[in-house]
T-cell receptor
Framework: QKEVEQNSGPLSVPEGAIASLNCTYSDRGSQSFFWYRQYSGKSPELIMSIYSNGDKEDGRFTAQLNKASQYVSLLIRDSQPSDSATYLCAFSVGNQFYFGTGTSLTVIP | EAGVAQSPRYKIIEKRQSVAFWCNPISGHATLYWYQQILGQGPKLLIQFQNNGVVDDSQLPKDRFSAERLKGVDSTLKIQPAKLEDSAVYLC????????????FGPGTRLTVT
């Protein structure tokens, strides 16, 4: 049984702060890792993908992958109220995809 | 570029009735996925197609759920008969290939079974 564990929420941060979202996965064979954002009542929207160890930056978002520790994180710098959403971590093994249950983030103005 | 299209957006049915959902993936995307998302949970994969072949349907309740992608483009997911616990959002996603490829989601169909 493949598992994705995300840090329990809800997470609240003040506007302008750094939000840190964490995810661990169970399968060492995992190849690809993804972060999705899901606003209430909407479908998941891809934020970032990461495939190799280290950091990947895209605007205010940084994904960090550590395959040895089976750990992937998402940092959101200069958090904005519009970042308030549920963040889903996902990984793939071969052709199969697994999602976590998500972490709810609220950015307080 | 048009995104993933789904219809209907909302559906309310009584238990034991049947329902069908339609999905049209992004043009050129070979892989199509159907997910079930229950409130407060992450999406759960029901079935994955690559072109018109099934890659994974291990979590599809085959006694009541069926899906097809006959021409390798659009797809239909059917539930017959529906149960109360089928109330969820049904999401369709597509990707160029599989595994490493990023998935893009449609708007979903919210199903309520009464």
């Amino acid at each position: 049984q493949k598992e994705v564990e995300q840090n329990s929420g809800p997470l609240s941060v003040p506007e302008g702060a750094i939000a840190s979202l964490n995810c661990t996965y169970s399968d060492r064979g995992s190849q690809s890792f993804f972060w999705y954002r899901q606003y209430s009542g909407k479908s998941p929207e891809l934020i970032m993908s990461i495939y190799s160890n280290g950091d990947k930056e895209d605007g205010r978002f940084t994904a960090q992958l550590n395959k040895a520790s089976q750990y992937v994180s998402l940092l959101i710098r200069d958090s904005q109220p519009s970042d308030s959403a549920t963040y889903l971590c996902a990984f793939s093994v071969g052709n199969q995809f697994y999602f976590g249950t998500g972490t709810s983030l609220t950015v307080i103005p | 570029e048009a995104g993933v299209a789904q219809s209907p957006r909302y559906k309310i049915i009584e238990k034991r009735q049947s329902v069908a959902f339609w999905c049209n993936p992004i043009s050129g995307h070979a892989t199509l996925y159907w997910y079930q998302q229950i409130l407060g949970q992450g999406p759960k994969l029901l079935i994955q197609f690559q072109n018109n072949g099934v890659v994974d349907d291990s979590q599809l309740p085959k006694d009541r759920f069926s899906a097809e992608r006959l021409k390798g483009v659009d797809s239909t997911l059917k539930i017959q008969p529906a149960k109360l616990e089928d109330s969820a959002v049904y999401l369709c996603a597509s990707s160029l290939g599989t595994g490493r490829d990023e998935q893009y989601f449609g708007p979903g169909t919210r199903l309520t079974v009464t």
